[in-house]
């Protein structure tokens, strides 16, 4: 079995959308599951020995049925299983499920992606694999186009950083699996709830973090209106980029 796996994260239940008996991830997006498009990008890889989803326990099995009446073809390679508490939790779960599989050792990697991010290309997840292997830890970034505006208070502006040093992060996110499980079990409980971003456990304690270039098409779906925008996208061919 290879040591690269996906877990494409699906535990949130997008309420942000206006929807909350309908997670963002199960929206319909071209006649398909936003979370269909998602997977089916990880599965088209061939690096990847498992596409792990984790998802609200209570959507574990209509998932798997997703699963099995869209990508059929993958039925062998996508595992869902029941999310955590929050992203980490998730992640967490997903590094346990490989453990269970027998295929947790020094050299695993994990490229853990937003299910609700279904435009993400083939050179982003490929790129990393390899950052990720040759690093430990990779974030997906661009540069940020607008002024960054720093406050304390929420009131008044404290400083505005150069942009030109500062990135708007996307994801995949990637790492040795057991050096982030490592780093998030060494974090007091009190931390683990601050520091959701994965990539920040290992900036807190350290570890060097490599920048993999993103790119403005591998937007979230957070509301409505990124639907819109997904849909023109789709329509336009944007998906297979």
Request: aromatic content about 6%.
């Given at each position: ?44 890889v061939s690096d990847f020995a498992k596409v792990i ?189």
């Open positions: 079995m290879s040591n690269v796996f996906a877990a494409v994260l699906a535990g949130g239940m997008g309420t942000r959308m206006g929807n909350p008996d309908k997670p963002k991830q199960f929206w319909d997006l071209a006649g398909k599951p936003v979370i269909v498009h998602t997977v089916e990008k990880f599965c088209l989803v984790p998802v609200p326990e209570t959507w574990v099995n209509q998932t798997r049925d997703v699963m099995a009446r869209y990508l059929p073809a993958f039925t062998g390679k996508i595992d869902v299983i029941a999310g955590g508490e929050d992203r980490n939790g998730s992640i967490m779960n997903a590094i346990a499920h490989i453990e269970q599989l027998g295929a947790l050792d020094d050299d695993t990697l994990i490229v853990t992606h937003d299910a609700v991010r279904p435009f993400v290309s083939y050179r982003i997840i490929k790129e990393n694999i390899e950052a990720a292997r040759s690093t430990g830890a990779c974030d997906t970034v661009i540069p940020a186009t607008d002024t960054i505006v720093h406050s304390v208070d929420g009131q008044v502006i404290a400083s505005i950083p150069p942009r030109a040093e500062h990135y708007q992060g996307q994801t995949p996110q990637s790492f040795n699996a057991l050096m982030l499980r490592e780093l998030f079990e060494a974090l007091p409980e009190g931390e683990r709830a601050v520091l959701t971003d994965a990539c920040g456990i290992c900036v807190k304690a350290g570890r060097p973090v490599a920048l993999v270039t993103g790119d403005v098409a591998n937007m979230k779906l957070t509301y409505t209106a990124d639907m819109r925008i997904a849909r023109a996208m789709m329509e336009d061919g944007e998906a297979d980029a």
